[in-house]
């Protein structure tokens, strides 16, 4: 759950702000190049994995990149781009997916167990018989928990006077300090 004292941890710690802060240099890059020059180049590639925690061979990854570039150019939206990755890799990716999407559209949220989490949804079983379907509707039921978010002001106003020339859009903001408001590995278990 989302409170404001955890909010306020986040932001009063030195070392979580240092995380934000390197995570937001590295997103920075990664739009800079995307809007630059696409997905084509092997640095944005490898940072894209890296900051992402994309864990997949190279058959995989140039699947994915080349969706990428398919998504940009046709401007696919999530459910487009989840059912294309399934025919295409095999597997309902819900979280890759929305990841290419946010890419390409910074306004869009990105599907993370955590970030979920702190908004009470989760995924459906891999064996749901309507696993796609319900995918797109906890997609669009997520970007509605942002936009309806009471402490979203405030985590942007907190966000804002930290990193003030940041340039993100205000989603990535709350996204990037929910990350921090997860639980502990150990309590994962």
């Given at each position: 759950m989302i409170t404001k004292a955890k909010i306020d941890e986040v932001f009063s710690s030195k070392e979580t702000l240092g995380k934000i802060r390197k995570g937001l240099a590295k997103y920075l890059w990664l739009q800079s190049a995307f809007a630059e020059k696409g997905c084509r180049g092997t640095d944005f590639q490898r940072k894209y994995k890296g900051f992402y925690r994309v864990r997949r061979g190279s058959d995989w990854c140039g699947a994915y990149f080349s969706l990428m570039e398919l998504a940009r150019r046709d401007k696919l939206d999530f459910e487009a781009v989840l059912c294309r990755?399934?025919?295409?890799?095999?597997?309902?990716?819900?979280?890759?997916a929305s990841k290419l999407v946010a890419t390409i559209d910074p306004r869009k949220p990105v599907i993370d167990r955590f970030v979920l989490e702190s908004f009470g949804l989760q995924l459906p079983r891999y064996n749901s018989a309507h696993r796609k379907e319900e995918i797109v509707s906890i997609y669009k039921q997520l970007g509605k928990e942002?936009?309806?978010?009471?402490?979203?002001?405030?985590?942007?106003?907190?966000?804002d006077e930290i990193f003030p020339l940041s340039g993100i859009k205000a989603l990535k903001k709350i996204d990037l300090v929910l990350w921090q408001i997860r639980p502990d590995k150990a309590s994962l278990r």
């Amino acid at each position: 759950m989302i409170t404001k004292a955890k909010i306020d941890e986040v932001f009063s710690s030195k070392e979580t702000l240092g995380k934000i802060r390197k995570g937001l240099a590295k997103y920075l890059w990664l739009q800079s190049a995307f809007a630059e020059k696409g997905c084509r180049g092997t640095d944005f590639q490898r940072k894209y994995k890296g900051f992402y925690r994309v864990r997949r061979g190279s058959d995989w990854c140039g699947a994915y990149f080349s969706l990428m570039e398919l998504a940009r150019r046709d401007k696919l939206d999530f459910e487009a781009v989840l059912c294309r990755m399934a025919m295409q890799l095999g597997r309902i990716e819900a979280s890759f997916a929305s990841k290419l999407v946010a890419t390409i559209d910074p306004r869009k949220p990105v599907i993370d167990r955590f970030v979920l989490e702190s908004f009470g949804l989760q995924l459906p079983r891999y064996n749901s018989a309507h696993r796609k379907e319900e995918i797109v509707s906890i997609y669009k039921q997520l970007g509605k928990e942002y936009k309806r978010l009471k402490l979203g002001v405030y985590i942007r106003k907190r966000f804002d006077e930290i990193f003030p020339l940041s340039g993100i859009k205000a989603l990535k903001k709350i996204d990037l300090v929910l990350w921090q408001i997860r639980p502990d590995k150990a309590s994962l278990r």
